[in-house]
C-alpha cells in the first residue's frame, strides 16, 4: 500500500486509529476455547465489528509465537482474512525484527512477501545493512523503533552520545537510507513531550504512536505535537479495544471503544488547521 492511499483512508474514515491484534488465550472469552482455532476466530470477530473506525491493524507476532506452530497459523489466517476482506486496511507486522543483512532479508520475505504484510517493525541499533533489505521492497513500509513507550527507553534511548541524543541519531541517520519514504518510526504516546523535537527531525514520516489506554498516554497531547499536514499519525491501542470485555459481547464491546476513540479523532481532525 501506498503512503497517499493510507493518507486518503484516512481522510475518508477520519480515523488514524490502529488496532492491536495481541491475543492472550487467558483473556479472550472462555466459549472461544473449545473451537479449533481459538485465536483467529477472536480476530475474525474483532475485524469484522472494528474495521470501519480504523485504517489499521497490528497483531503483535510475540502474541502467535508463543502458541507454537498454532499461534503462527492463526496469524496467517488472520492477515489472509484482513488482505482479502479489507484491502483498504493497512496491516502492521509488530515483529520488532533485524539483523545482518543477509539475515533481515529473510525476515523482509517472510513478512511482506510469504504473509503480505504492509509493514513490520524493526530495530534499528545493528544499523543500515540491517534495515536496507525492508526498504528495499516496493510499497512496503519500514517502522523504526525511535523512542518507545516503556521505561527501558531511558536506559540506552535518550542517553547522549557525541552531542546528541540516541533516538535523534537514529531519526537523522536513517532518514539518508535507500527508500527512506518508505520509513515510519515509533514514538511512544507516554513520550509525547518530545514530539516537537522528533517533529523537526523527521516534519514528513508516519509515526507508529503506542501506548495510549492501557500504558497511559493521551491522544490530544500526542496529536497537538506530532500531528502533520498528512496527519502523520496511526494511533494503537490494544488491550483497550480487544478486551473490553471478557464475555460473550466482546466484539460489540471492542467495536464500541473502537468508535470512541475513532469519534475523538474526527474531533481532532475537524478541529487540527494543519490537516484540513
Ligand atoms: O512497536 C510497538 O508497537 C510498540 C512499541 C512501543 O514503544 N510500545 C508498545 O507498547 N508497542 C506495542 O504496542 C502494543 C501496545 O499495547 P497496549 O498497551 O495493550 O495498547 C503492544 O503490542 C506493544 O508491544
Not at 508463543?66 to 492477515?79: D, H, M, R, S, V
Not at 511482506?112 to 534495515?131: H, I, N, Q
Request: charged share 25%.
Amino acid at each position: 500500500m501506498t503512503k497517499e492511499f493510507l493518507v486518503d483512508q484516512i481522510r475518508k474514515k477520519q480515523s488514524f486509529l490502529c488496532i492491536g491484534l495481541d491475543v492472550d488465550l487467558n483473556k479472550i472469552p472462555e466459549h472461544l476455547l473449545k473451537l479449533e482455532d481459538p485465536i483467529f476466530e477472536f480476530n475474525k470477530a474483532i475485524i469484522d465489528a472494528t474495521h470501519q473506525f480504523c485504517v489499521a491493524y497490528k497483531p503483535n507476532t510475540a502474541f502467535y509465537e508463543a502458541y507454537g506452530l498454532k499461534g503462527w497459523q492463526a496469524l496467517e489466517k488472520t492477515i489472509d482474512y484482513l488482505n482479502k476482506n479489507y484491502p483498504e486496511i493497512f496491516t502492521i507486522a509488530d515483529a520488532k525484527r533485524g539483523d545482518i543483512g543477509n539475515t533481515s532479508r529473510m525476515y523482509a520475505k517472510a513478512f511482506f512477501e510469504d504473509l503480505g504484510f504492509d509493514s513490520v517493525t524493526v530495530a534499528p541499533y545493528m544499523g543500515k545493512d540491517s534495515v536496507e533489505p525492508f526498504l528495499e521492497f516496493k510499497d512496503k513500509h519500514t517502522i523504526l523503533l525511535a523512542l518507545t513507550s516503556n521505561e527501558g527507553a531511558f536506559d540506552f534511548q535518550t542517553k547522549t552520545v557525541d552531542h546528541t541524543e540516541l533516538y535523534k541519531k537514529v531519526l537523522i541517520t536513517s532518514k539518508s537510507w535507500g527508500n527512506s519514504q518508505n520509513l515510519m518510526y515509533v514514538v511512544g504516546a507516554t513520550k509525547a513531550e518530545y514530539l516537537t523535537d522528533i517533529r523537526k527531525l523527521i516534519p514528513d514520516n508516519f509515526l507508529l504512536v503506542p501506548g495510549i489506554g492501557a500504558q497511559g498516554g493521551s491522544l490530544e497531547e500526542v496529536c497537538k505535537y506530532g500531528m502533520t499536514q498528512n496527519v502523520g499519525l496511526l494511533i494503537n491501542s490494544s488491550r483497550g479495544i480487544i478486551y473490553a470485555s471478557s464475555a460473550e459481547d466482546y466484539a460489540e464491546k471492542a467495536a464500541e471503544q473502537a468508535s470512541k476513540l475513532q469519534q475523538s479523532m474526527t474531533v481532532i481532525l475537524r478541529n487540527q488547521p494543519k490537516c484540513k
